[in-house]
Structures are given as C-alpha cells and as structure tokens.
C-alpha cells in the first residue's frame, strides 16, 4: 500500500504509517498541481522553431501567448493549453481566395 503525494508514490507499511524519511518541503513540492501542464520560455521557443529571445520579445510587446510569472523567482511559465491556442489563432492558410 502507498499514499500518493502528486506523481510520487510514498511507501507505507500494512498499518498506513509511511516508511523512510522524506522531508516536508519535498512532499508540498510534490503534492502542488502537476507542472506538466506548463511550459517554459525554451520549450516555448522549440515548439514554435525560434529563439528565447524572439519569445522574449513576444511577451515584452505583448504579442505572444499568454504567460504566468512566478512569485519568488520571477520565473515564466507558459500554460500548454494557451500556446496551443496562441498557434491556432497564428495559422495562416495560403493560397485559399474565394
């Protein structure tokens, strides 16, 4: 039996009390939404085929898909459902006069 904490699986005995040692800090980071659903500014840049700093770029002027800065860090993360959105809206179909 094992309690699941977010992705990690934490063993326990028959009697439901955890084995090991794992510290707090780990099992909040863990137990948080998975992060999977988020992208940052070099897996944005590859999935489009251009630089960091033409994402960087984006975002200044407010052109890109939307962002969430993280407090603390000031990391950017990109949500993958608004890049695929932002690359939908940016679909130019050529050659389709009526």
Do not use: C
């Not at 699986?9 to 988020?38: H, V, W, Y």
């Not at 984006?58 to 052109?63: E, V």
């Not at 962002?67 to 459902?81: P, S, T």
Request: hydrophobic share 45%; charged share 20%.
């Amino acid at each position: 039996m094992a309690v699941a904490a977010g992705w990690l699986e934490i063993p326990t005995d028959p009697f439901g009390q955890r084995l090991g040692t794992l510290s707090t800090k780990l099992l909040r980071i863990t137990a948080m939404p998975q992060l999977s659903n988020f992208m940052r500014e070099d897996e944005v840049a590859i999935y489009f085929g251009v630089s960091k700093k033409t994402v960087r770029r984006w975002r200044a002027a407010s052109l890109g898909p939307i962002f969430h800065k993280l407090n603390g860090n000031g990391a950017v993360r990109y949500a993958a459902k608004d890049v695929e959105e932002f690359a939908a809206k940016s679909l130019v179909q050529r050659g389709a006069f009526s």
